[in-house]
């Protein structure tokens, strides 16, 4: 991990800060005790940034690079939970959780600057503007919602039908071709499945035609066969 003792200016802070959805349209003064409070840093892939159980300081800002979100099982595994892009908010459901802990680890997924959000400050300033809250309450009811009906699915679904959706929701994001922005081993914890279950389904379906695979990179053949086998997942809302 990289100190950085430069601060950048405030202005380039206001800049960050307004490209991020939850402060879209709040005024300078507004967001002062943010800008004048956050500190920033920079880490090299792999570091970890936060840990779970770590007293919460406050939730991050991604300026480059990527991080990753995630726990270990208790066999050792990795579940990854979330992967966050330039200007996404790291942790931010954190902030009001009363055990003021880290609730997963932070890594660095690539090279990557963060924004250091101070808690406090970003608490005073949730609460001095109210279309804030309205925005981090819609955000929170939907992650909610969605993981909701993610329970609902694994609990109810075949291993072939997670791998399907998981494909599909990573294709409408990339297209028909795509790289796994995590590993086969993260994969198969993340669907709740073994490995080895994991590994013959991708070599089924590629003798199959359904999908085409060279390394982490994956092709969508066969779209119509995977749509047919998340239809029990599609949700009229």
Known sequence: MTFVKTMPAQSEILNWLNRVKLFDGVTTDALKPIIENANYLEFSTGDLISYEGMLFSGCSLVITGKVEVFRNTYLGEEKIFGIFSPYELVAIA???????????????????????????????????????MQRLLVQFSTKLYEQINNIDWLTSSSAEQRLAAYILSQSSKHDVSFVLPISRSQLATKLGIRYETLSRLMSSWRKQKIIEIELNNIKIINKSYLNELTLPSKRSF
Not at 104 to 125: F, G
């Open 94 to 132: 954190a902030v009001f959780m009363p055990h003021n802990r880290f609730p997963m680890t932070i890594r660095a997924k690539t090279h990557c600057s963060l924004l250091l959000l101070e808690k406090s400050s970003v608490l005073q300033v949730c609460m001095n503007n109210p279309i804030i």
